[in-house]
């Protein structure tokens, strides 16, 4: 969320901001939330002087009695009487004129930043860097569900009759490979620096509306029927929201955290073919990291993130590449994002298997996350990044370490996690 001093004063820049992430249904917005801006501050000086203006004649109302004279007195007990009603009327009106500004500036978009390419879409994202070599092997691969079928390691079918479409029974090898995936991802992190954490997997609504805008909301998240609770879409959510109406001294900065969790998603809308099986789920896990840091820090730890997820990747034989959002793809809190995505073998191309993003200060702004330095106290600025998510890690996974023989090789970094296993056999 943008500082409305900035939209104020900023106009323009808003409007450019706007229009670069193709959302031109936006800019009238801007004028109205300036124009109700100036309704509510010209409401509030007017209920301010009539407060100071209260202190005052009753200050006079006590002198008058003192003096007898009670004529005069009930006068002036009558104009406090009036300005009482007008003071309601404006108290009323501040209300609502913040509420209306609020929900506006909660839906304008974030600043991008300047270094963001202009793109309408995903389909014009940039390619930043490639890491690993891409390999097509001379044997054919299979899609990710009979690899795991082979290994008697998934139940789509007993999953739907459960839960529906979009779950699924993880089983034998496949369910350790799973668990060993994010105990591996979980140790990763931790050796650089990172602090574990479980965290609450449900949230409030206040805490929904602080990390997400409205239209993510509506999409990916799952509601508790008759409570304000949510079922979290990723730890990050969670995890921001641990610092909701916080003042950090500087010297505490930078919280490094990542976490484990189950998240749940909606998935609205229709998906193709390479999404069935567990590419596209309603329930999945995930290792995530987190950053709150100072703002002259963000970028450096954007780099740092994405750089993660890279050498973790890497060091399970899986190649990898970065790709820049551009700024038609960037959700509207977001200043900067990148996907790394993992290359499939079978499909002779990369698919997206996490998303880096610097938030700037717009969930800090939301929910209130501040930071205590030596000139006073400023919004902290948010990162946050996937560090592996299993479901789409194992189709990465199985298609660059399957085996002609469709036996599956498990790198030296993952062996200790699986028991020392160095191969899975299939069974069938």
Same mark, same amino acid.
């Given at each position: 969320?943008?500082?409305?001093? +900035?939209?104020?004063?900023n106009? /323009?820049?808003v409007? #450019?901001?706007?229009? *670069?992430? $193709?959302?031109?249904d936006?800019?009238p917005l801007?004028d109205?939330?300036?124009?109700l801006?100036?309704?509510n501050?010209?409401?509030?000086t007017?209920?301010?002087?009539?407060?100071?203006?209260?202190?005052?004649?009753s200050?006079?109302?006590?002198?008058?009695?003192a003096q007898?004279?009670?004529?005069?007195?009930?006068a002036?007990?009558a104009?406090?009487a009036a300005?009482a009603s007008?003071l309601?009327?404006?108290?009323?009106q501040?209300?609502e004129l913040?509420?209306r500004?609020l929900?506006?500036?909660?839906t304008i978009?974030n600043?991008?930043?300047?270094?963001v390419?202009?793109?309408k879409?995903?389909?014009?994202?940039v390619?930043?860097q490639?890491?690993g070599e891409?390999?097509?092997p001379?044997?054919?691969?299979?899609y990710?569900?009979d690899i795991?079928k082979? +290994?008697?390691g998934?139940?789509? /079918?007993a999953?739907? #009759?459960?839960?529906? *479409?979009? $779950?699924?029974?993880l089983?034998?090898?496949?369910?350790r490979?799973?668990?060993s995936?994010?105990?591996y991802?979980?140790d990763f992190?931790i050796?650089r620096g990172f602090?574990y954490?479980?965290p609450?997997?449900?949230?409030?609504s206040?805490?929904v509306?602080?990390?997400?805008?409205?239209?993510?909301?509506d999409?990916m998240?799952?509601?508790i029927?008759?409570?304000d609770?949510?079922?979290?879409?990723t730890?990050?959510h969670?995890?921001?929201g641990k610092?909701?109406?916080?003042?950090?001294?500087?010297d505490e900065?930078?919280?490094?955290?990542?976490?484990?969790?189950?998240?749940?998603r909606?998935e609205?809308g229709?998906?193709g073919m390479e999404?069935r099986g567990?590419?596209?789920i309603h329930?999945?896990e995930k290792?995530?990291m987190?950053?709150?840091?100072?703002p002259?820090e963000?970028?450096?730890w954007?780099?740092k993130l994405?750089?993660n997820?890279?050498?973790?990747?890497?060091s399970?034989d899986?190649?990898v590449?970065t790709?820049?959002c551009?700024s038609?793809?960037l959700a509207?809190?977001k200043?900067?994002?990148?996907?790394v995505?993992a290359?499939?073998?079978?499909?002779k191309?990369y698919?997206?298997v996490?998303s880096?993003?610097?938030?700037?200060?717009?969930q800090?702004?939301r929910?209130?996350?501040r930071?205590e330095?030596a000139?006073g106290?400023?919004?902290?600025?948010?990162l946050?990044?996937?560090?592996?998510?299993p479901p789409?890690m194992?189709?990465?996974?199985?298609?660059n370490?399957?085996q002609?023989?469709?036996s599956?090789?498990i790198?030296?970094?993952?062996?200790?996690?699986?028991g020392?296993?160095?191969?899975?056999?299939?069974?069938k």
């Amino acid at each position: 969320m943008l500082d409305l001093k +900035f939209v104020r004063e900023n106009p /323009d820049i808003v409007k #450019k901001n706007i229009e *670069n992430k $193709f959302q031109f249904d936006k800019l009238p917005l801007v004028d109205e939330v300036i124009a109700l801006d100036v309704k509510n501050r010209a409401a509030k000086t007017e209920a301010d002087n009539i407060r100071a203006q209260r202190n005052k004649l009753s200050k006079q109302i006590g002198q008058l009695m003192a003096q007898g004279k009670k004529e005069e007195a009930e006068a002036v007990k009558a104009q406090v009487a009036a300005n009482a009603s007008r003071l309601e009327e404006l108290e009323a009106q501040e209300s609502e004129l913040n509420e209306r500004v609020l929900k506006i500036m909660m839906t304008i978009p974030n600043l991008i930043d300047s270094s963001v390419p202009i793109g309408k879409d995903d389909s014009e994202n940039v390619e930043l860097q490639k890491f690993g070599e891409p390999v097509v092997p001379d044997f054919e691969i299979p899609y990710h569900t009979d690899i795991m079928k082979t +290994f008697n390691g998934i139940d789509l /079918d007993a999953a739907g #009759k459960v839960a529906g *479409n979009g $779950f699924y029974y993880l089983m034998g090898d496949i369910a350790r490979l799973h668990s060993s995936v994010i105990s591996y991802a979980r140790d990763f992190m931790i050796d650089r620096g990172f602090t574990y954490c479980v965290p609450p997997f449900m949230i409030r609504s206040n805490v929904v509306t602080g990390v997400m805008s409205f239209a993510e909301m509506d999409a990916m998240m799952y509601k508790i029927e008759g409570e304000d609770l949510y079922l979290i879409g990723t730890s990050e959510h969670s995890m921001i929201g641990k610092f909701i109406d916080t003042i950090t001294q500087e010297d505490e900065l930078p919280k490094t955290l990542t976490s484990y969790s189950p998240c749940f998603r909606k998935e609205k809308g229709a998906h193709g073919m390479e999404e069935r099986g567990v590419y596209r789920i309603h329930q999945f896990e995930k290792q995530e990291m987190i950053v709150v840091c100072r703002p002259e820090e963000s970028p450096i730890w954007y780099d740092k993130l994405w750089q993660n997820t890279v050498d973790l990747f890497r060091s399970l034989d899986i190649p990898v590449r970065t790709l820049e959002c551009c700024s038609g793809d960037l959700a509207d809190l977001k200043v900067k994002s990148c996907d790394v995505e993992a290359w499939s073998p079978r499909q002779k191309k990369y698919f997206e298997v996490g998303s880096c993003s610097n938030l700037g200060d717009a969930q800090a702004r939301r929910l209130r996350i501040r930071v205590e330095g030596a000139e006073g106290k400023y919004f902290a600025h948010t990162l946050n990044n996937t560090v592996v998510a299993p479901p789409r890690m194992l189709i990465a996974f199985l298609e660059n370490n399957l085996q002609a023989d469709g036996s599956v090789k498990i790198p030296k970094a993952l062996q200790p996690y699986m028991g020392g296993m160095e191969v899975m056999i299939p069974k069938k």
